[in-house]
């Protein structure tokens, strides 16, 4: 039996006093906060200025995230007093990740506790981390019982006009491409994470939150007021069903509000967002296998209605040693010489498992069936029931399109049912990770991306897909797993125009614990054995992940230990020729690889194979065909 473990080490360490504000400094000393106030007194705004020393020199890179909340009792905001700045204690934790970007997590932070009153003698704390990868901090009423409504969170980011960013307009989906953009930018509603680059190069980084449960609601970022101040903002009345502002009862503590800060690497390689959720709730995880996934929709929109496709793919599954094969929607309605029960039979006579499709079925204007097999517990349990006799290993569920507080609940209620059933969980239609990952190991994967299956709802992925690949490295595969089904060589309804090489790069450069592969399977069976070989034996959980090169929307180099066999892909966005050369100084000292590398070839629809020995001190030089890319295997020789 395994189980995820997880260690807090709490110990006092002295005060570090750069400065005349209360502050709190990282354990590596490069990143510092400051609590301050406007006025330098105890009634006005609060706000925390962040500080990133590169080169042994501090410098702003945020100078205001101004602080507070109001309930709909009172406002906890400019009348604040503050009573106490605790001092630092120290936190360091390891813990084990049964999938993601790295297996063994160990992080360490310095956290201090603001503790505030208000003019009617209630508490507010606010209590601060800086970690050696970023900020957190969260809101806590710690004292008191009752129920309150929380009207609005007044966080806000203020972000100098020179700084360059990444922003995604905002919808329920959590599907639109980023737009790199500088200060003139409009103003609207953002998706998480956004990712802003210092004027000067010498910081990145990337604002999210975490840990979000039951006792409050997904937030968003919005500059309507003012452009350059990012405001955490509560769901609208008009987003989906329910009650729009969440209910709290005391004592309560909000989701943590995340900065992830340095350089690119710091950023790409950051788990901070599960570094700093709940940890895992599940004890046996034996269960819960990461792996490769076939998958009919992209090729075929109603491909589960048919068995003798649903065969075809799981026979793909089974050719290429994937574990497991989907079964999407209308998979009620499946015809052509057999029924669902029929196809799980048929998958596990070849080895392989199927996962299944529904409908959260929370609108009555997306009908896509099966209906209301996930809408309650009871629902849920004889589905699961059902499924669990029939063999099957998990669920996609798809079309929460809601951020508020019920629909966190309903999150939670399918994630707690699916571990009684162990059941793994995929979430379509659904808002970006906020750490869930480790407090359900069972959720291997989310969408809330631009994946490849919008080449079948229009023209647009086909020119955009190049940029767009290489910006999601930095911004949404950084905070989890991310469902995009990627690699496909064949076309469907819209062409891309992505090399051979650029796709075959995708299985490595994007991170989900089930990794859907798209392509048709004549789109796999056609490739040479090199190419072919690699998508058989890809892992889709890493313990270790290197941020190589790399620029969003311009280019990007990730490495991905699994074992001893390290994986490098590359991609290229932009219309030109590329020449990049890869530094294996990461390899073990003393241990030589045998480099398998799947390069661009003469053109867009060609590989270039090549075989080498290689060791820490090797270099590869790489050509990458305009939107082209490249995968690498290396392996140590024994």
């Known amino acids: 039996m395994k189980k995820i473990l997880s260690i807090i080490l709490l110990t006092l360490i002295p005060v570090l006093s750069w400065a005349q504000n209360p502050e709190v400094t990282s354990p590596n000393s490069k990143i510092r906060i400051e609590l301050g106030s406007g006025n330098d007194n105890n009634f006005d705004e609060w706000h925390l200025k962040v500080y990133y020393k590169n080169n042994d020199t501090p410098a702003v890179i945020i100078p205001k995230i101004k602080l507070g909340i109001t309930r709909n009792d009172q406002t906890f905001d400019e009348n604040l007093k503050l009573l106490k700045f605790s001092k630092p204690n120290r936190i360091s934790e390891e813990y084990t990740a049964l999938h993601g970007k790295q297996s063994l997590r160990k992080n360490s932070a310095n956290e201090v506790v603001a503790s505030f009153e208000t003019p009617e003698k209630d508490r507010l704390n606010i209590i601060i981390r800086a970690y050696n990868d970023g900020i957190t901090f969260r809101y806590e009423f710690p004292e008191g019982n009752g129920n309150f409504t929380v009207t609005d969170e007044l966080t806000s980011y203020i972000v100098p006009d020179s700084t360059v960013r990444w922003l995604q307009k905002f919808d329920l989906s959590n599907e639109n491409i980023y737009n790199k953009m500088n200060a003139d930018q409009e103003q609207r509603n953002w998706s998480y994470p956004a990712l802003f680059q210092t004027t000067d190069s010498s910081c990145w980084y990337l604002v999210h939150e975490a840990d979000v449960n039951r006792d409050y609601c997904a937030t968003k970022l919005s500059n309507l007021n003012k452009k350059n101040s990012y405001k955490v903002t509560l769901p609208g009345a008009h987003e989906g069903e329910g009650e729009a502002l969440p209910t ?43 792996g490769l996934v076939s998958w009919n929709y992209w090729s075929d929109n109603h491909g589960t209605r048919d068995y003798q496709t649903v065969k075809k793919f799981t026979d793909l599954a089974a050719a290429m040693d994937w574990p497991y094969t989907l079964f999407d929607w209308e998979w009620d309605a499946m015809t052509n010489g057999g029924d669902v029960e029929d196809a799980a039979a048929y998958a596990l006579s070849k080895g392989v498992k199927p996962l299944i499709w529904y409908n959260s079925s929370m609108f009555k204007w997306i009908t896509a069936t099966p209906l209301d097999r996930m809408k309650t517990h009871e629902n849920r349990v004889e589905e699961f029931t059902w499924l669990k006799n029939l063999g099957f290993a998990g ?20 994630l707690e049912d699916a571990a009684k059933f162990e059941m793994m969980v995929n979430f379509h239609g659904s808002m970006v990770p906020r750490g869930w990952a480790r407090t359900y190991p069972h959720l291997m994967t989310m969408e809330a ?90 892992p889709a959980a890493w313990d270790d992940t290197k941020f190589m090169d790399g620029y969003p929307g311009k280019d990007v180099v990730i490495a991905r230990r699994k074992g001893d066999i390290w994986y490098i892909g590359g991609i290229n966005a932009e219309n030109e020729e590329k020449n990049k050369q890869v530094d294996l100084n990461f390899l073990k000292k003393d241990t030589k690889y045998k480099l398998t590398l799947i390069a661009d070839g003469e053109h867009d629809m060609d590989f270039s194979t090549k075989y080498s020995v290689v060791e820490k001190s090797s270099k590869i030089d790489i050509k990458l065909l305009r939107r082209g890319g490249f995968a690498a295997v290396l392996e140590p020789i024994q």
């Open 395 to 414: 669920v996609k569920v798809d079309f929460f399109l809601s951020e508020k507080q019920y629909m966190i609940d309903y999150y939670l209620d399918i």
């Open 449 to 538: 991306v631009r994946g490849a299956e919008w080449y079948n709802n229009n023209p647009e992925l086909t020119t955009t897909a190049p940029e767009h690949n290489t910006v999601m490295p930095f911004t949404r595969n950084v905070v989890g797993s991310m469902d995009y089904t990627p690699v496909t060589f064949t076309n469907s309804q819209h062409p891309h125009i992505t090399s051979y090489g650029h796709e075959l790069a995708l299985s490595v450069v994007f991170e989900s614990a089930l990794q859907h592969m798209a392509d048709r399977p004549e789109g796999y069976y056609n490739l040479p054995d090199a190419a072919k070989t690699l998508l058989r034996e890809l």
């Open 248 to 290: 709290i009862s005391l004592p309560w503590k909000s989701p943590w509000r995340v900065i992830i800060l340095g350089q690119l690497s710091d950023i790409v390689e950051s788990t901070l967002v599960e570094d700093v959720s709940t940890p895992s709730i599940l004890e046996d995880t034996d269960w819960i296998k990461p």
